[in-house]
């Protein structure tokens, strides 16, 4: 706990030092509460509950993404972290509108992985945001492998609907397998009369051989989600 801390200390530091060169920001706490989660060889009916602390923001030199997860429930009770930087190499007009050099670590407790990659912004009409990102993954914890990332995000007046799309390529260890997680939300703010988007919805995720562990099980959770904007 205390790295986790003081990783994402440093994260805010940063977000801090590049102050003068942010375009924009948003933070966010949000509470998920679900079951049918899957562990490999432990059963798909896991319920847990998970407390997130989110931040994403736009600077003159990319980006920043972290999140930190804290999870309570069957047989998982811990703390997850992932910190995502992104530098743009080269801004351009057309459906590719920057190209990126990306990194992302990411840490369970027992290991720490690392993620290079390359990845482009894209303009798709009706989406808010959407991306794409190739990953070569140094892990602590198994085999080196590489993904595929998608993100996107999109709304419809008060409804949002945003999320990502992993496929994550096998090793000698591990099989190929897609996680598939999207957020559908509703905005109460408007209703409650607050500045800040307060949203209520759900989360859905389809994770085949979960982790990577064929035969482990797939995972296929709708979980309840609340989450306020600060």
Known sequence: ??????????????????????????????????????????????????????????????????????????????????????????????????????????????????????????????????SVTYFMAKNEGGDDDSQITLTYGMHFGDINIDGYIDYAFGSDTSEDNIHINPQITYNLAPMLGTKNKVKVGIEYSNWGDKYGVKGGGDQNAISLLLKAHL
Do not use: C, R
């Open 1 to 130: 706990m205390k790295k986790t801390l003081l990783t994402l200390a440093a994260a805010s530091a940063l977000s801090v030092s590049a102050q003068a060169e942010q375009f924009w920001a948003d933070n966010s706490v949000s509470l998920l509460t679900g079951s049918s989660y899957t562990e490999p060889f432990a059963g798909d009916e896991n319920s847990y509950t998970t407390v997130t602390l989110e931040h994403v923001s736009g600077h003159s030199w990319g980006g920043l993404f972290y999140f930190m997860d804290h999870h309570a429930g069957t047989d998982l009770n811990g703390t997850y972290f992932e910190i995502s930087p992104k530098y743009t190499v080269a801004k351009m007009d057309g459906m590719v509108s920057a190209v990126n050099l990306a990194y992302t670590m990411e840490s369970g407790g027992a290991s720490t992985n690392h993620l290079f990659g390359l990845g482009a912004d894209l303009k798709v009409p009706g989406m808010d945001f959407a």
